[in-house]
């Protein structure tokens, strides 16, 4: 060793290093968590059995002995406690789905539309959008209530909107196919052809990419998820029969029904969810730069062109995190259907909790199932916002 070399200076001690430490404070924190919350729950189950209130979820194996109004799979009353939350997990989805479907349409529309250069139009939109926003949604699924059970006429003379369709204080009845076994496949391939189309859209960027030329899309993916359906459903016969709804002295037979309670929730969630989604489209139509909409106008592209393919694509990108916020705002506000007496989730818990008492497991599967629902929504919605990001190289 040359004279002054001291060498490399000697290590710290291991709990001294800043990464052990910062590991080491992270597990003491865990650690403390995970105590406190053993210490609450062995508290709990203790005070429980001091009042002989029982615990756990076995009760989900008992007959529930209450009736649903409506509900995607059959239910009665001596069915389990088990399938009674599944029916009304089902119900939660339903709307809720069927109410991020409409608030999307109509709140993208009326978010355009207040950006249109039509002065009566874009006025239409704001006072929709203000009168919306600022009345609580309680008062809005209270108000559509009232509206269908108290304004419509009764079933025995309901309006009928077209032919086959009712609308009465009883709510919407309408005519659905008979059942067939061709159904069954005949949804089956609308899957595959779906599946297929996507391939092709995929396939299609790729070759844009490759070449510079845009392929066609929408005429090939809709013959490739159409034609094989197609074809099997003209093979077969073409089996179309409707079930006509008839009444029969106190109600109708046939066809299916919407209850006044399902419009109520679907109308009052889906209008006032596409209040704030129209806010959002405005906002992220805005947020793209002026000159992209001059430059493609310069080109002779018309104004729809110019908004579909240039400006939407790009507002997306800014869309897309407000947007997944305003979708678990709808599902979790349909949790206010025990209001006007839709059995969703929180309804049957209720039921539950007031006939078995377990007040805590049953308020424990209502937040496990929203829990789920949330993250479900947000990982999706975080998966295509990746998918449409822009990649820089």
């Known amino acids: 060793m040359a004279q002054g070399d001291l060498g490399p200076p ?8 800043r990464e052990v430490r910062a590991v080491l404070y992270q597990a003491l924190l865990l650690g403390a968590i995970l105590g406190l919350a053993a210490y609450l729950v062995a508290n709990t189950l203790d005070n429980l059995a001091a009042r002989s209130i029982r615990a756990g979820f076995d009760f989900l194996g008992q007959e529930a002995g209450f009736y649903i109004g409506e509900s995607l799979i059959r239910f009665e009353a001596s069915d389990t406690y088990l399938r009674a939350f599944v029916a009304g ?5 339903r709307v809720a789905a069927l109410g991020i479907v409409a608030a999307t ?3 993208t529309l009326i978010g355009i539309a207040r950006l249109s250069h039509n002065w009566l139009l874009s006025r239409i939109a704001t006072a929709y959008i203000e009168g919306m926003r600022n009345v609580p949604v309680l008062l809005q699924l209270f108000l559509w209530y009232s509206l269908i059970t108290g304004l419509l006429p009764l079933a025995s003379e309901a309006l009928e909107i077209v032919p086959g369709v009712f609308l009465s204080k009883s709510g919407l009845t309408y005519p659905v196919p008979e059942a067939h076994p061709i159904h069954r496949w005949l949804l089956a391939l609308l899957a ?3 599946g297929a189309a996507a391939l092709y859209v995929a396939g299609a960027r790729r070759r844009q990419e490759r070449s510079g030329r845009r392929p066609p899309l929408l005429w090939p993916c809709g013959a490739i998820i159409a034609a094989p359906a197609a074809a099997a459903f003209v093979l077969s016969g073409a089996p179309l029969a409707l079930e006509m709804p008839e009444w029969r002295r106190f109600r109708y037979a046939g066809g299916d029904a919407l209850t006044p309670e399902f419009l109520a929730l679907l109308l009052g969630l889906g209008l006032y969810t596409a209040a704030f989604i129209a806010e959002v489209v ?30 939407l694509p790009q507002a997306l990108r800014v869309i897309l995190p407000p947007l997944t916020s305003q979708y678990l705002n709808l599902t979790k506000n349909s949790s206010l259907a025990v209001a006007i007496g839709y059995p969703d989730l929180v309804s049957i818990a209720n039921t539950s909790l007031n006939q078995t008492g377990q007040a805590i497991e049953c308020i424990a599967i209502i937040m496990a199932v929203y829990l789920a629902i949330s993250l479900t929504i947000s990982a999706l919605m975080n998966w295509y916002n990746r998918r449409i990001a822009l990649v820089e190289h």
């Not at 000697?10 to 290093?17: F, I, M, V």
């Not at 997990?89 to 989805?93: D, G, Y």
């Open 105 to 107: 349409v109509l709140g």
């Open 192 to 194: 595959i052809g779906a």
């Open 89 to 93: 997990l089902l119900n939660t989805l």
């Open 10 to 17: 000697p290590r710290a001690p291991l709990w001294r290093r």
């Open 282 to 311: 405005r906002g992220g139509i805005q947020a793209v730069p002026a000159g992209q909409s001059e430059a493609a106008r310069s080109l002779g592209l018309r104004r729809g062109l110019v908004l579909r393919l240039i400006v």
